[in-house]
């Protein structure tokens, strides 16, 4: 019995070590193959999407196909005769069904494929019937593989199929078949032959006429369902004759630029805070184009102390902390570490707006390491500048504010603005965009501009518009006095129709029975009013002010801007009534309290980045504006330039300018002798003077002076209110 124990023992360790390895092989085969398909499932996920994009349907089949030819060739079966033709037979119907699949596209989505772009047979099938030739060729493969399948009653078939076909030939079966399927097809909206799918989508990328020259094409009556989108429309038709210019012409939003670590900067805005005392916590992130927002609410300053406690025997045996007060961290001692938070976080500059209006935070704005360009079309497209467009004709796009969202403002309701930044901060560019805007929007009987440029290239593009008052933009220092004064006429003008008609401003005037022919608004913009105010100061201040005060209500609308914000070129009548005011980055933060009455525009990055203050606001809003490419430009006035209009271009108006240079002529005034006489009595007279002697005002008073310079009894001087050396004295010789 013990040594047939020993033996069973023996011949099951024998067992167990004969079939241990097998064990351990499959055991590690099935390992592998686990982190085999763990690793390489996405591929093969995509090398299937890539299948079905390419076979569609048919992958079943050829699949099937593919593995009966390899069972084939790992038996090596011997295939003689009839055997090659049923394999040869078996793959041309497998390629033709490709084919057939290929005539049929649902609307059906399988792994992320869509068969309404491709077939069901893939892009293979269509391939093969997308084409005449690649029908004529799937009929003939079926044909060889019926032949080569069934070679004894392929000839039976093939007889009796031309037989049938020639007799439905001649009674035209074959139409009223075609006509039933494609019936079917229709009524079930599932299945569409690839060739109806493309002569359908064909009507849809047809782009409709446009008028040349004096022609005038009959457009298409489309249905609600077929009429063309926005963006393919190519014309946008106006009163008149006039079509607006397609919001083609203008450059689509750029890209985006770089994901920041916002983040980040937020612990590091936290900690810098920490270091100095300040308890404060970061609550809202908004980033922009170009600068980034970070809202900090501030902590809180606990005063504590120490005090201890005793047993029953009066001996201290420990302290705890008792609150003694807390309250609110101050915002100024935010505000005072503008200079240490730019140095943690490694910016040129930031700008910390405390409180943001409407909200319980401080914003400290920080610029971004890649601002992303803000284009005008993006802005004008947005339902922000949709909604100001609907209910004004002079709806601006000014730019995307510190949160990404688009700002468009309303020039009817500010109604004049005022803009200023030195060289290079984009105060061009926004008056550019700012033209182009109105002039996408507005026809020349509903916006006509009047275009002062000193510099003589800013403004120089828009010249061959037909939206300018005059023949030209003005560009002579000297006529301008007399242009702002024709502009003045303009308005007391208006004043006496609108008294006529019994209405008070020009929406009115314009809705108003009576009138036979509206007017249109007037935008004067001025590129540079430091020029005009060194060489005309009191004319253009006193027609500035005057068109400020008075002619909002007539349509006319002031544009001014200059890249000198002194109080000697912005005086504070100008100010005063330019109450909304752009100020792009400026160099000291004296100017920007002469643009805005407080500081900020002198952090400003530049580059289009601007500081707007509404005519409702008591802050300003940080925005980046909108930028706008010569080429664009180019585009839009060529758009306007074009001679089909050429028939719809108004006359220009330059016999206002004639007019009132003729009005205003130098004129003998009444107070001409007292101020001779009163001249020879001294050895140096000034328009101060006269004034006070005289008891007249300041610019009666120039105007004396400048009289007496032409008669040559006083000096000449380039300042009109300076102190004149008198050339002439009672008992000199004439």
């Known amino acids: 019995m013990p040594s047939a124990r020993r033996l069973r023992r023996a011949r099951r360790r024998v067992r167990y070590r004969r079939h241990r390895r097998p064990l351990l092989w499959w055991a590690a085969a099935a390992v592998a193959g686990v982190a085999g398909a763990v690793l390489l499932f996405p591929f093969a996920l995509k090398a299937f999407q890539w299948c079905v994009e390419a076979l569609g349907w048919g992958l079943f089949p050829v699949l099937l196909l593919v593995t009966f030819d ?79 399948g069934w070679p004894s009653g392929a000839g039976r078939v093939v007889t009796f199929v031309f037989g049938s076909w020639r007799w439905a030939w001649r009674r035209r079966l074959w139409l009223w078949a075609w006509r039933g399927i494609r019936g079917l097809l229709a009524s079930l909206g599932s299945l569409t032959p690839a060739g109806e799918r493309e002569e359908a989508g064909s009507y849809e990328r047809q782009t409709p006429f446009i008028a040349q020259w004096d022609e005038e094409w009959p457009s298409p009556v489309l249905k609600d369902e077929e009429a063309p989108s926005v963006e393919r429309e190519a014309v946008s038709a106006s009163k008149g004759g006039w079509e607006l210019p397609p919001m083609s012409l203008l ?78 961290v101050r915002v100024n001692r935010i505000t005072a570490l503008a ?12 700008r910390i707006e405390a409180p943001v209006p409407g909200r319980p935070i401080i914003g400290i704005e920080v610029p971004n390491s890649s601002p992303s360009v803000v284009t005008l079309r993006s802005v004008m497209e947005s339902p922000a500048f949709q909604k100001v467009g609907a209910r004004s004709r002079l709806a601006i796009a000014l730019g995307k504010g510190v949160s990404g969202e688009p700002i468009a403002a309303d020039l009817a309701r500010m109604p004049h603005l005022l ?70 006429r303009e308005m007391e003008s208006r004043y ?8 008070r401003n020009i929406e009115a005037y314009n809705q108003s029975p009576r009138v036979s022919q509206k007017i249109p608004y007037w935008v004067v913009i001025i590129d540079e009013l430091a020029d005009l105010m060194v060489s005309a100061p009191y004319q253009v201040e006193k027609s500035l002010v005057r068109l400020a005060q008075l002619a909002r209500a007539t349509g006319i609308h002031l544009i001014v801007a200059t890249q000198r914000p002194s109080v000697d070129v912005v005086t504070g009548l100008i100010k005063a009534n330019f109450p909304a005011r752009i100020a792009f980055a400026v160099s000291s933060q004296v100017d920007s309290r002469t643009i805005l009455d407080m500081a900020g525009a002198e952090k400003l990055l530049g580059k289009g980045d601007m500081l707007y203050l509404p005519t409702e606001a008591s802050q300003p809003r940080r925005i ?74 300041r610019e009666r008073a120039v105007r004396l002076i400048r009289l007496m310079e032409e008669e040559g009894l006083v000096a000449y001087s380039d300042d009109p209110l300076a102190s004149r050396r008198v050339l002439a004295h009672h008992g000199d010789p004439s």
Request: glycine fraction near 10%.
């Open 624 to 697: 980046q504006g909108c930028y706008l490419s010569d080429a664009e430009i180019e585009r839009v006035v060529k758009w306007w330039s074009d001679d089909r209009f050429r028939h719809l271009r108004p006359p220009p108006l330059d016999q206002l300018i004639q007019e009132t240079t003729l009005e205003e002529a130098p004129q003998d005034d009444p107070l001409l002798d007292a101020a001779r006489e009163l001249a020879m009595l001294h050895r140096r007279i000034s328009p101060a003077t006269l004034q006070r002697r005289l008891n007249i005002g």
């Open 339 to 350: 200079n240490d938070l730019a140095l943690a976080l490694a910016a040129p500059t930031i």
């Open 496 to 503: 006496k129709l609108f008294a006529s008609v019994g209405v």
């Open 251 to 328: 450059t689509m939003a750029a890209e985006e630029g770089k994901p920041l670590d916002n983040e980040a900067r937020a612990r590091l805005i936290v900690e810098t805070l920490r270091s100095f005392g300040v308890d404060a916590k970061v609550v809202s992130i908004q980033q922009g184009p170009t600068v980034t927002q970070f809202g900090i609410e501030p902590g809180w300053e606990v005063k504590t102390r120490k005090v201890p406690e005793r047993d029953e025997r009066g001996r201290i045996v420990g302290y705890r902390t008792e609150v003694v007060s807390k309250t609110r």
């Open 70 to 148: 390899l069972l084939l060739l790992i038996r090596r079966p011997s295939l003689r005769g009839a055997g090659w033709r049923w394999w040869l037979s078996l793959h041309m119907l497998v390629v033709l069904g490709l084919g057939l699949l290929g005539l049929f596209a649902p609307r059906w989505r399988v792994g992320g494929v869509d068969f309404g772009k491709v077939s069901l047979g893939g892009r293979a099938g269509d391939y093969l019937s997308g084409s005449p030739m690649g029908l004529t060729a799937l009929g003939l493969l079926g044909l060889a593989a019926g032949l080569l």
């Open 419 to 488: 803009i200023a930044g030195t060289t290079g901060s984009g105060k061009s560019v926004c008056i550019n965009s700012i033209i182009t805007c109105l002039l996408m929007r507005n026809t020349p009987d509903d916006v006509r501009f009047v275009l002062i440029d000193p510099k003589r290239v800013e403004l120089a593009p828009f010249a061959p518009i037909p939206h300018l008052v005059f023949s030209r933009v003005v560009v002579e220092i000297d006529e301008v006095p007399a242009v702002l004064a024709a502009v003045v």
